[in-house]
């Protein structure tokens, strides 16, 4: 790199860096004052609020806001070089516009790898330890209250509960059914499945085992009765323990369980959450989808920042900044626009995370062609 390069890129990453501090601490400031009412009611200890909350609060949103932040720093240092017809010294010294661009794409590059990084694989382990303080000391109790639950846990096997109480890890009027195409095999109920912690096994009670077999089946259980359709065979268990695809967690709060996975245990839960037919996954596949548009977002903003203050302007460079904070709260209203309605389903999330950055990669190519340089 030039000594130039060298120049504007320190300039550029300092800067990101401050912005990135002074905007912590004012979302820190805001949390706390927000939250106070809740720490003094249930009284979590000093260590847990400093270190279990607030040390992994802030990277969380330091990565949530930081296409905002480096569009920000952005705008700050192109517009002082500006104001300072620094930029006008080095066009008048024949170095291109495009060449002007170099840092700048370097410093995007350095700022969105490490951002993908943190958040593929060090923001989701904090975010286990800020989110478990959330449950803990701020959210209320979470209760299961679904009925008629029905999932797969195997390629044939099909699970359902009537009910299910967390508090005691115990579901009722439960059923295993084992399905080969449109043919019912087996049927297995119970009157209630209790969590076995020690042997990470379920445990059930008041058993009901029914095989089915057609008329011309002869391996059919002696003993067994006709339905109309065939055999059946039935038997009666008073308890027995079991291992099977489904656990206590499966029942617990997902309050933002999508932010707490790394990238690879994402990809994991989404696979076996499709094997076992569950369909309601769009905030898993939204999230999977945001963590690879952070580091684009990060290098269109500095484009567009850089296009837009690298010119003098009469205002001074006040107004220039004061453009880029508006138009970075319009990309975070499409942000939010499109991950909401991806949310809902009524886009495909990954078409809803990528709208942002198609939109403003669109601006960014008009006012590269039509904002005087």
């Known amino acids: 790199m030039k000594i130039l390069d060298k120049y504007i890129l320190r300039k550029f990453l300092t800067t990101f860096l401050f912005v990135v501090g002074v905007l912590m601490i004012v979302l820190v400031v805001i949390d706390y004052t927000e939250k106070n009412e809740d720490f003094i009611n249930n009284k979590p200890p000093l260590a847990a609020i400093v270190f279990d909350y607030y040390l992994n609060f802030i990277p969380y949103y330091a990565n949530l806001l930081s296409p905002i932040t480096i569009f920000i720093a952005t705008v700050f240092v192109t517009s002082q070089l500006a104001a300072r017809t620094e930029i006008v010294a080095i066009l008048s010294a024949g170095i291109s516009f495009n060449r002007l661009l170099v840092p700048y794409i370097i410093g995007s590059l350095v700022v969105g790898v490490f951002t993908y990084i943190a958040v593929s694989y060090i923001i989701p382990n904090a975010n286990k330890g800020r989110i478990a303080f959330e449950l803990k000391y701020i959210k209320n109790p979470y209760t299961f209250d679904k009925r008629n639950i029905h999932f797969k846990v195997a390629p044939e096997t099909y699970v359902s509960l009537e009910s299910y109480n967390n508090a005691i890890n115990t579901g009722y009027q439960f059923t295993i059914e084992s399905i080969r195409g449109t043919e019912l095999l087996s ?36 003993g067994g009765v006709r339905n109309g359709l065939g055999h059946e065979d039935i038997k009666f268990i008073g308890q027995m323990d079991t291992i099977l695809n489904m656990a206590p967690k499966d029942f617990e709060s997902n309050y933002q369980r999508n932010e707490t996975m790394t990238t690879p245990e994402l990809e994991t839960f989404i696979k076996n959450e499709q094997l076992r037919g569950v369909e309601s996954l769009a905030p898993y596949f ?15 903003l ?30 975070i209203m499409f942000f ?26 669109i601006i960014g190519l008009v006012l590269y062609k039509t904002v005087p340089r």
Request: proline residues 4%.
């Open 187 to 222: 049927k297995l109920s119970a009157d209630r499945v209790v969590w076995v912690d020690t042997t990470k096994s379920w445990r059930l009670e008041g058993i009901r085992l029914r095989k089915f077999f057609k008329v011309s089946d002869t391996a059919w259980a002696k």
């Open 336 to 361: 939010v626009m499109s991950r909401s309605i991806a949310l809902t389903g009524n886009i495909d999330p990954l078409l809803a995370c990528w709208l942002p950055n198609i939109i403003f990669s």
């Open 286 to 300: 939204v999230e999977r989808y945001l963590r690879l548009t952070y580091p684009f977002a990060i290098l269109i």
């Open 302 to 331: 500095t484009m567009i920042g850089v296009i837009l203050s690298s010119r003098k302007s009469r205002e001074g460079p006040g107004f220039q900044i004061a453009v880029g904070f508006i138009l970075a709260f319009i990309y």
